[in-house]
């Protein structure tokens, strides 16, 4: 019996060589023909073995797919429309807490992502108005927690506001921001993303706030002056034609800062009232001509 071994394949009995029935090159040939036939049954079943790896589903592939089809859906252009504030005015008052909070409310259907950064106000209403971002801790003066929300659909999340020094002599003023956070545009057609952000206006007042309005006239010309220590708005503004009684004109609302000054031309001659309100109290006050 003639045994033949390849690599990786047990030993194969093939017949013995029969003399008889043909002669040696015969045999040779037979035998060489056995080889061949072998070797060949080998790498059919490699690739049959290659073909089936490769028919198989690439996950990674699949995974790219999925995601592709994901990026491709439509995304809705109102979904961070649908973000309000509970209120846009934060007064830190003396003896009152040193923290407030403010509800976040998401009206949209879709999960909302916000992001909230807080800056100081210094000379706040003038021409030397500058909006500083304190980054370092230790000098930070208003922190606002948490500073990233994600909100779903038709609820809402607090956030809240820590005064984290005393009362200075005068007011100091921040504006904090609440601002969508998306990411890129997904349609498959062009659109345009609506973002709405909103800026609350906090007030953390000195340990005893005067608002103290002074003006002064010139013709139509009057000019207001916030001679105190806080910041006061005059609101309900109205004048009326001194030849006409009838004829009343409503006034611009301004908010002045302690140190402000508002210049502006009356529509008569005459008197001029507002209501002032500096946070804790609201009185109307009358201007004539003379500024008294």
């Given at each position: 019996m003639n045994k033949f071994k390849f690599h990786g394949i047990k030993e194969m009995d093939f017949p013995p060589i029969n003399d008889k029935r043909c002669d040696n090159k015969m045999c040779q040939y037979t035998s060489a023909c056995n080889v061949i036939v072998l070797f060949l049954t080998l790498i059919l079943i490699s690739g049959f073995a290659q073909t089936d790896e490769a028919n198989r589903p690439d996950e990674k592939a699949t995974?790219?797919?999925?995601?592709?089809?994901?990026?491709?859906?439509?995304?809705?252009?109102?979904?961070?429309?649908?973000?309000?504030?509970?209120?846009?005015?934060?007064?830190?008052?003396?003896?009152?807490?040193?923290?407030?909070?403010?509800?976040?409310?998401?009206?949209?259907?879709n999960n909302l992502y916000v992001n909230v950064d807080v800056v100081e106000v210094q000379n706040p209403g003038s021409e030397q108005e500058k909006r500083v971002a304190t980054k370092d801790l230790k000098t930070l003066t208003l922190v606002a927690t948490p500073k990233k929300l994600i909100i779903p659909g038709s609820s809402q999340k607090n956030v809240r506001l820590v005064n984290l020094v005393e009362a200075g002599k005068?007011?100091?003023?921040?504006?904090?921001?609440?601002?969508?956070?998306?990411?890129?545009?997904?349609?498959?057609?062009?659109?345009?993303?609506?973002?709405?952000?909103?800026?609350?206006?906090?007030?953390?007042?000195?340990?005893?706030?005067?608002?103290?309005?002074?003006?002064?006239?010139?013709?139509?010309?009057?000019?207001?002056?916030?001679?105190?220590?806080?910041?006061?708005?005059?609101?309900?503004?109205?004048?009326?034609?001194?030849?006409?009684?009838?004829?009343?004109?409503?006034?611009?609302?301004?908010?002045?800062?302690?140190?402000?000054?508002?210049?502006?031309?009356?529509?008569?001659?005459?008197?001029?009232?507002?209501?002032?309100?500096?946070?804790?109290?609201?009185?109307?006050?009358?201007?004539?001509?003379?500024?008294i």
């Open positions: 995974d790219i797919i999925h995601q592709v089809s994901k990026e491709n859906q439509p995304t809705n252009l109102n979904q961070h429309s649908g973000m309000n504030l509970s209120r846009m005015i934060v007064d830190f008052k003396p003896d009152e807490a040193y923290h407030q909070d403010l509800q976040v409310f998401n009206q949209g259907k005068t007011d100091r003023i921040y504006r904090v921001s609440f601002s969508p956070a998306v990411g890129k545009l997904k349609a498959k057609t062009s659109g345009i993303k609506i973002l709405i952000a909103y800026q609350a206006l906090v007030i953390v007042r000195p340990n005893q706030p005067v608002a103290d309005v002074v003006a002064e006239r010139k013709g139509k010309r009057i000019i207001f002056r916030n001679t105190g220590n806080t910041n006061v708005i005059l609101q309900n503004g109205m004048q009326c034609d001194p030849k006409d009684k009838s004829q009343c004109k409503q006034l611009e609302t301004r908010r002045l800062y302690a140190g402000n000054v508002w210049e502006f031309t009356l529509p008569f001659s005459g008197p001029v009232t507002f209501e002032l309100d500096d946070g804790m109290k609201v009185k109307t006050k009358t201007f004539n001509e003379d500024g």
